[in-house]
């Protein structure tokens, strides 16, 4: 009777440190970009398995290309918003806009499978001349995009606001990084998933309905018109998630369980 309760309560305890371990966050893919493996054009990961790259214009346009260059000033570690510190981040410089909305920014891909909770955050550096308003997409077939809304119940950030379409954009002058942190967890088909992306592109300003640079003086003042002479900066970008757990303690409790005698 005493090893069939010493051994029972050992595989609870097991079973529970299984299943806290498994709501822990833990990097999938994480760029840092203190060093840029497979070039600035489509950095590397420096943590975990992942692709990153440019977009440039839609099927439908044509337009200059992004130039992807490794800039130091990047973020670094540091926690909060407003911070520039001494290491590398990935610049998009000219950061042009395009001619449709939506058409130009960054891919960001990392297969999610074995991890769910899902989430996905960078660090951002406007210049004072580039697109003011941001718009997350996803995928989930690795080729479909998706506007995602971010809301304050689901996206933490800085320097800026939320519009009511679903679009960030920033309300403070430029050449300062914003921190986002977006909970992926009510799209069906983030978790598990091989094919999950997100895309970082550059929207329509929600008042004007077209590019807009990121400076103003006073807020009556109308932003200007954005033009290709811009730079958008990123640094520590990653997807995170859980892993999986396994079948609820309530499905195995000690009512149903053998333990050998021994």
Known sequence: MYKNTF?????????????????????IALWDFESFPGGFVNPSTS?????????????????TAFNALGTQGGNGNATGCGTTQSGAAWQIFPMDVGTFNESNGLEFKAST??????????????????PNTLRLQYTVDGSTWTNFAMTSGNTTYCLGTLNSNGTYEAATPGDSFRRFTVNLTAIIGAANNANFGIRLM????????????????????SYPISTNNGTWRFDNVSFSGSLFAGPSLATMSTSNATICNG
């Open 7 to 27: 051994f029972t309560n050992v595989f609870l305890l097991i079973i529970t440190i299984f299943f806290h371990n498994s709501n822990a966050q833990t990097n």
């Open 47 to 63: 943590t975990g398995t992942g692709t990153a790259s440019v977009i440039v214009q839609s099927a439908i346009n044509s337009g």
């Open 113 to 130: 499978v074995g991890y769910e909770n899902i989430f996905f955050k960078w660090d951002q550096r406007w210049s004072n001349t580039a």
């Open 202 to 221: 550059a929207s329509f300003n929600q008042t004007t309905f077209d590019y807009r640079q990121t400076t103003f003086d006073v807020p009556s003042t």
